[in-house]
């Protein structure tokens, strides 16, 4: 083809390609799964953006999911924060999957839900950090807005973890997670550049 | 061979002793300058609560054998006729629209403090000189500001500019100085011209007793030159060796050491409101003000604060404090102005505040982060700004959420699960198990399970995993377990982590496999 016209289709802003946009958005961070890379655009978590994580129960897999990655950004010294956790995170599986204790902060305001959106903003504008996760209560869509912003301000990876999928919501990435038969079961529900609903089935 | 006559000579004492001088330079002497405040009392009182119009007669007051008498006039006043010393009576019969106020001895040394501290910036030997003086040694500084009077000029500048009427006399001897500087002299620069300067001085400016200056004055002394020709032994009989050495000091025959003048360890300002606020963006407001000293003081020290104290006067009631920690020390004054403000954002005053006052105690040298010059290195730097924005996060989250929400994780060399973990300063295992599986939620405390046909029992039937670990431990603080750890699935999906307790055989959940 046209070596202009190429350069025009990959690199126009107002041009968009569907799955193949190339050049979109920033690098993703990498899962550690390679199914799901490839099924996200970026090839991983969106680097600077809010991801939404649809659970309606523990223990499927949810946190060994965003593991490989907690760990690769806690070894290149960047902070992972926990924002009112439903439980505690154990130690000693932290320390197994190789994450860093050192970078790893906690953080348990007594029950306003104000302060685990502020401390979330707070935390996702600060360019030290690499992740955020937290289990908010209620949330608006005025209040993801902001979030957003805040990563993309940092270049932070915020994690909000819902148990019922909202009708819209400005993440950049939502995805629902459930069981079958011993694996998880990975929904993407909304990426950027992307309409389809993907469903990846990963061993975790 | 010729011998010449050799002449020795011995050399008298009056000609050794102008060598000496000779070979003495001038120009290593030292210098002193005397910046003299006539109406500082009055300054000082011009900027409290009550107006004081200026330009009005006012005065303030002094007490004395039990008197109010009048101590500083303002110019006005002075030209109605009103002089330091005059009774308060004969000062309103000479002006009844006289505005007069008490005198604020401790407003007057914490102003000649600040003045002090500003005057710094010209040499570092600055000597207070109470009441209402201040002395500087400024021979070292004389080149650095392009000469004297480049000096004086300044100087004058900035004294204008705080609001301030002043004299400054030079001269070679500190007293010297100040006796000049109170007599609305200039300069003397040489200690041969000082008698002859000090000597047209009138005797009021010493610092004697009013009986003194009687009996001097009965003798027919007014003036300093005629006590020049007063024997030195007459005047030590009958007046006191203190005026000898007195007079010796500003001649400067004896030393004259100065206390220098060192900024204080504590820093206090306080900031008195006319109305009683309640709002608290206008106490933000207010509060920058003393940041911004608070700042300043810092910066002239090289040195940053760690902790700071704000007190809210209420009136009759108990003063709200407001305490500001910090992970490391800083004068950066927009920094303390945001944590102050997140403080304020919470805060609930019960009562107008009348006045605040900012105190820090921990006053610490300033280290600040190094700064890479070459392109190579500013991966590092852009590490260290990352930290050190991130320290600045720490301390906003602290001062919102408190420190007792903030918590690290620590691992422990334990079998115990609920021991193998703590909230604290992270700290790492040696050498960490690596054949361990353990799950990543943990709950606070084991929850039971209930129990149906011998098998436990949560949404549905668990299914068990077939081998399980045995955690026998803690024998020796008196809480030690036996149990059976076991991963369970549930029906809906989940692993779970359950332990069947071995002293009572009750099962357990205390873990997701997130």
Redesign the interface.
């Known amino acids: 083809m046209n070596s202009k016209l190429e350069k025009l289709l990959q690199g126009h802003p107002g041009l968009w390609r569907g799955r193949d946009a190339v050049g979109n958005s920033a690098a993703g961070i990498k899962t550690g799964f390679a199914e799901l890379d490839a099924r996200l655009p970026g090839g991983g978590w969106p680097a600077n953006a809010l991801v939404e994580i649809v659970t309606a129960q523990w223990g499927i897999g949810e946190l060994r999911l965003l593991l490989p990655a907690m760990a690769r950004l806690s070894r290149e010294q960047y902070w992972i924060v926990w924002i009112t956790p439903p439980y505690i995170p154990f130690t000693p599986a932290l320390t197994q999957a190789d994450v860093d204790l050192s970078r790893v902060l906690v953080l348990t305001p007594e029950d306003s839900d104000k302060d685990i959106l502020w401390s979330m903003e707070k935390v996702l504008r600060a360019a030290a950090c690499g992740m955020a996760l937290a289990w908010p209560k209620r949330l608006s869509n005025c209040t993801l807005r902001r979030l957003q912003l805040a990563a993309e301000a940092g270049h932070s990876l915020g994690v909000l973890f819902r148990p019922v999928e909202a009708d819209t919501s400005p993440a950049a990435l939502r995805i629902h997670l459930a069981p079958k038969d011993g694996a998880l079961r990975v929904r993407i529900l909304k990426a950027r550049g992307g309409v389809y609903q993907h469903l990846v089935e990963l061993k975790v | 061979m010729v011998i010449k006559h050799l002449h020795v000579r011995k050399a008298d004492p009056a000609s050794r002793e102008q060598k000496r001088r000779q070979t003495v330079s001038p120009a290593h002497s030292p210098l002193w300058l005397c910046v003299y405040l006539p109406d500082l009392a009055l300054d000082v009182v011009k900027g409290s609560a009550e107006h004081l119009d200026p330009t009005s007669p006012c005065a303030v007051l002094d007490e004395a054998v039990g008197r109010p008498v009048i101590h500083t006039a303002s110019p006005a006043a002075a030209a109605a006729g009103i002089a330091r010393g005059m009774p308060l009576a004969g000062a309103y019969a000479l002006c009844s629209s006289l505005a007069v106020r008490r005198r604020d001895f401790k407003a007057e040394i914490e102003r000649l403090e600040q003045l002090a501290a500003w005057a710094q910036q010209f040499t570092p030997l600055v000597s207070l000189e109470p009441p209402q003086a201040l002395l500087l040694e400024v021979r070292g500084s004389l080149r650095l500001f392009g000469g004297l009077d480049k000096l004086r000029r300044r100087l004058g500048d900035e004294l204008r500019a705080l609001g301030h009427r002043f004299f400054i006399a030079v001269a070679p001897t500190p007293l010297a100085s100040l006796l000049l500087a109170s007599n609305h002299q200039a300069a003397v620069m040489h200690k041969e011209a000082l008698r002859s300067a000090l000597g047209k001085l009138p005797i009021r400016g010493l610092p004697l007793t009013p009986e003194l200056l009687r009996r001097l004055r009965h003798t027919g002394v007014t003036h300093l030159h005629e006590l020049w020709r007063l024997p030195r032994d007459g005047l030590a009989r009958r007046f006191g060796a203190e005026l000898l050495h007195y007079l010796d000091r500003a001649m400067g025959v004896l030393p004259d050491p100065r206390r220098p003048y060192r900024l204080p360890h504590r820093f206090v300002a306080e900031l008195e409101l006319s109305k009683g606020l309640s709002n608290n963006a206008l106490l933000l407001e207010a509060a920058q003000h003393l940041i911004a000293r608070l700042s300043h003081f810092l910066r002239k020290r090289d040195a940053g604060t760690s902790r700071l104290r704000i007190e809210l006067r209420h009136r009759q009631r108990a003063a709200s404090v407001i305490t500001l920690g910090l992970r490391h020390s800083t004068g950066d004054g927009a920094h303390l102005l945001g944590l102050l403000k997140v403080h304020l954002d919470h805060l609930k005053l019960t009562a107008p505040v009348l006045a605040l006052r900012l105190i820090t105690d921990e006053i610490h040298p300033f280290i600040a982060a190094p700064q890479m010059l070459f392109i190579h290195q500013r991966a590092v730097n852009d ?1 260290t700004q ?2 050190q ?2 320290q600045h ?1 720490m301390e ?2 602290e001062a ?2 408190g420190r007792k ?8 060399e334990d079998h115990r ?1 609920e021991y ?2 703590r ?1 604290g300063e ?4 040696q050498n ?3 054949r ?1 599986n ?7 405390r084991p929850q039971t399970l209930p129990v149906h046909q011998d098998r436990p029992w949560r949404r549905s039937q668990l299914s068990l995993k077939p081998e399980p670990e045995r955690i026998e431990s803690g024998w020796w603080d008196a809480r030690d377990i036996r149990r059976d750890y076991y991963i369970a ?2 029906t ?5 982590w359950i332990f069947r307790d071995l002293h009572a055989g009750r099962w357990y959940l205390h ?4």
């Open positions: 590490a990352r930290d924005d991130w996060v906003q989250l919102r959420l929400c903030i918590h690290q994780l620590q691992a422990h699960p193998a973990w909230y992270a700290a790492l295992l960490p198990s690596t361990l353990r799950p990543l939620w943990l709950l606070p699935a549930d809906d999906g989940s692993r779970l873990g997701y496999f997130g």
